[in-house]
């Protein structure tokens, strides 16, 4: 049984931000576990199988893959962006802790170009000091802890990212974070919207916390939040070395 | 003319980790720009001038960088990790500020694998919920000001990401920051120090803070300390995505 399993990050969706590592890893891959439009970036191969599958069953997806590799598949579980941030490479460990037998599997995690990251760099340098990652879905936890840890973030001056913002099925929560954000930041503070980076449909934005509004995010925009001394330098904004 | 600047990020060390599109970068630029190490990784041709140069020194080398693109070169300067991490996006662009003459350049940031997230590919998923990322250098701010984020970070319950823990000019920083977590977070809180990643000389270790010492640390290792749900699976180290 000469089976594996690589947790993968395709990054934020141009081949050339695919890591030499990845690509390899896919190239010698007999099966590509995964989410459906990430399984629809790997160009098909006659002894490649497929495995697109549907949003929020993360669980069983990883199940799936690691019974593969048991079996003694060579099989990539992809992400977008990096798997180990608000992706598949946490629910992978969730289910192999479940299941002791599988812990011996060769098991190893590829990092990837995650989305807060290649958004930065197309802005300029936003995140150029302590910054944070703020998952802002609430499938997987409270509205209030979420609120919590912006509230704990904006007040100690973190530059921050926005995953998740807003989906249609909790339209209210962002808005919630915004406010609040203009409450503790004020209104002169720098976010910038950044959607599906690196893509035909990428569209940067960057405007002050007083004119920000929800429907300037969707689920396919990284936020990203400047801290006090975030500020604009040409068609850039970016975030100084020093602070304090 | 047609000189450009390119910002890019070498990623952690091994060139399985540098993207294609900074290895296209490098191969059309006529210099390359960076920090003595960083510059050593960069493969030498006839046609292309390096210039290494030391530590503490980024607002020149930054200067140097775009004054050479002004004058008609194509320049990339290389970071390790990510160039808008903790690195030299941040003092390019303040260089920027300065020279308002400069602003119409052909200036672009290349994202690169950031060491944290290297780091925690190989730990597990450590960083798989909201995470925080602090420099822990006072060289640009006070370490009063490091302090209150590791606290707000600690009490909001983030996972951690810091950068450049220790050095010798202060050693006595990193004991501090690690008696604040103890406080916070209890003994049992796990702690990762991922040094030298991707590399020969990687070293990758987890333990409870209880037995977390200074030395742990260098200026080559990142530090990962996870949230209070973070656990161990088999070798690994791993954030569940549900919290709170």
């Given at each position: 049984m000469s089976g594996w399993l690589c947790i993968a990050g395709l990054g934020?969706?141009?081949?050339?931000?695919?890591t030499p590592e990845v690509t390899r890893a896919l190239g010698s891959a007999t099966d590509v576990v995964g989410y459906i439009p990430y399984v629809a970036r790997i160009t098909p191969r006659q002894d490649l199988t497929l495995h697109p599958s549907d949003n929020r069953v993360e669980m069983d997806r990883a199940r799936a893959a690691l019974a593969m590799a048991a079996d003694g598949c060579r099989v990539v579980v992809v992400s977008s962006g990096d798997p180990g941030v608000f992706a598949m490479a946490s629910a992978v460990f969730e289910a192999l802790e479940a299941m002791p037998?599988?812990?011996g599997l060769d098991i190893r995690v590829l990092p990837g170009i995650t989305a807060m990251l290649a958004a930065a760099a197309r802005a300029g340098a936003p995140l150029g000091h302590d910054f944070c990652a703020i998952n802002l879905s609430d499938n997987l936890k409270p509205a209030s802890l979420i609120e919590a840890r912006v509230r704990a973030a904006a007040e100690a001056d973190f530059a921050m990212a926005f995953y998740n913002p807003r989906s249609n099925s909790r339209p209210d929560t962002f808005g919630r974070i915004l406010a609040l954000l203009l409450q503790i930041c004020g209104p002169r503070r720098l976010i910038t919207f950044a959607r599906a980076?690196?893509?035909?449909?990428e569209q940067i934005r960057t405007v002050a916390l007083a004119e920000a509004?929800?429907?300037?995010?969707?689920?396919?925009t990284v936020v990203l939040v400047g801290n006090a001394a975030t500020r604009r330098v040409g068609r850039f904004v970016y975030t100084p070395r020093s602070a304090g």
């Open positions: 934020p969706g141009d081949t050339d931000l695919v037998a599988w812990q980076v690196s893509t035909p449909a509004t929800p429907e300037m995010a969707d689920m396919r």
